[in-house]
């Protein structure tokens, strides 16, 4: 399984080994600092020298010990931050935290609705190392935590520009589903407003920059696009009017959803721009035109307005283009349909809803969903970037993989009333539990050691 920056995930645990033992080695050091300062203060009592000398002396000697230790903590702790490449667990940056005390948004400097164009430019990315169309698996993420708490919060964390797309052995799958929906409901799949136009148009040109040089054995960059040299297809983006819609475009390029936001002069960030063909329990055609905060609201989110909106409001507003977050998310699903939920209803439905689910479905029915999500400014048009890559395997699959089933088992218990309603464990709860409690047992029975759970896998892994 490769992973992207050239370092496995098995680089990323053997550094979190790495920091435990220079832990140990430092606390090592600090004991032997200790120790040595009481045999000089031992060796000076029982000299002949007496009086200020030896006080002196023995003041002098101690501050030599605890400056070194000092020294030494300080050179640690930077080679090993030079080491780590990307963090094996979420950070949470400054931009996340709500502001206290007033809400009234400040201006930062610039007229709300208003961008000034900024000179970065996202770095060319390297090749993905060894990356195949048939043999590069998708990243095993499996964001969960155990109880007996479940934090709702926006779970961000920095990453570097060359990992912004992810593309696997499921692409072929992802790309025929896009193009038969495309076919079949691009109008209400893919939209972009007037005034997000420059934006799409931004967030084309940067795939087709990106695409060629992070997967070169998949596409080509051309005189006048990209070609992607597995399907036989070619984009022109320079000719205008353009064939399509600028997002159908970038949604047929990557396994991912993309969805723009725009800054008005009120402030808020709404919904104009959009490529919404995988999402499985939400259409773009119910939220294009909201603000970011009603998206949320209109869909239920577990304790937005009290945990979640200030920091989101906070974090869209100061984010840099130089800058770039990731986060990631977990659902279960009770049918096998990657683009649409049908079990919740029907997509051309007034309402949808895990009300209409079958309750207790065989265990074979039962689906992990996970979403991998990024976001980024676009320097030049100024709109707010999301990716959301889903991820997508039966229940049954993931439950065999070491300490997967006691650790979700756990996380579903921990969910309060309020996310098992949003989540829609009533429906499936009994069947699911079950399942990964047995599943657990027989782990624990042929001698898997629990307490070596973070050496083999780290969050969101």
């Known amino acids: 399984m490769q992973t992207p920056s050239n370092l496995t995930l098995s680089n990323y645990w053997a550094r979190d080994e790495i920091s435990r033992r220079a832990d140990q080695a430092y606390q090592g050091f600090q004991k032997s600092s200790h120790e040595c300062a009481s045999i000089i203060k031992t060796r000076w009592n029982g000299s002949a020298f ?100 479940y934090n709702v919060t926006m779970g961000l964390r920095s990453i570097k520009h060359v990992d912004w797309i992810e593309l696997d052995n499921h692409y072929p799958r992802y790309h025929a589903d896009k193009a038969r929906r495309i076919k079949e409901r691009g109008h209400k799949c893919c939209r972009t407003a007037p005034e997000a136009y420059p934006a799409a148009i931004e967030l084309l040109e940067d795939l087709v920059d990106y695409l060629p040089a992070r997967y070169p054995s998949l596409y080509k960059r051309t005189a006048v696009g990209i070609d992607n040299l597995w399907s036989g297809e070619s984009f022109d983006i320079v000719t205008r009017p353009l064939p399509e819609d600028p997002m159908q475009t970038c949604a047929r390029l990557v396994q991912d959803d993309l969805a723009i936001m725009i800054e008005k002069p009120d402030s808020q960030y709404y919904l104009l721009a959009g490529a919404v063909l995988l999402a499985g329990f939400w259409r773009l055609e119910d939220k294009i035109g909201m603000p970011l905060s009603e998206i949320h609201t209109s869909g239920d989110v577990p304790q937005f307005k009290e945990k979640l909106e200030k920091g989101m409001m906070n974090f869209f507003r100061r984010v840099k283009p130089e800058e770039m977050v990731a986060r990631n998310n977990y659902f279960m699903q009770v049918d096998d349909d990657l683009a649409w939920s049908w079990s919740i209803g029907s997509e051309d439905g007034a309402h949808v809803s895990w009300n209409t689910a079958e309750k207790n479905r065989a265990i074979e029915h039962h689906y992990f969903r996970s979403e991998r999500q990024t976001l980024r400014r676009l320097p030049k048009s100024g709109g707010v970037v999301f990716t959301i890559r889903t991820y997508f395997h039966p229940i049954t699959e993931i439950a065999e993989e070491d300490y997967v089933p006691g650790r979700l088992a756990s996380a579903v218990r921990s969910w309060g009333d309020d996310v098992s309603r949003y989540k829609g464990k009533e429906r499936y709860g009994d ?17 898997l050691d629990l307490s070596r759970e973070d050496e083999v896998r780290a969050y969101p892994y």
């Open 431 to 447: 069947v699911l539990l079950e399942y990964l409690d047995k599943k657990h047992k027989e782990q624990i029975e042929r001698g």
């Open 50 to 149: 007496q009086g200020h000398l030896k006080e002196s002396a023995y003041a002098v000697a101690l501050i030599l010990f605890l400056l070194s230790t000092i020294i030494t903590y300080i050179v640690r702790r930077r080679r090993l931050s030079k080491g780590t490449a990307r963090p094996s667990t979420p950070t949470t940056p400054a931009l996340e935290k709500a502001s206290s005390g007033s809400s009234t948004p400040k201006h930062q400097g610039r007229e709300w609705g208003k961008w000034v164009p900024s000179d970065f430019r996202m770095p060319k990315p390297d090749p993905y190392p060894n990356w195949s169309i048939e043999h590069t698996k998708p990243l095993p993420y499996r964001p969960f935590r155990y109880g007996p708490k």
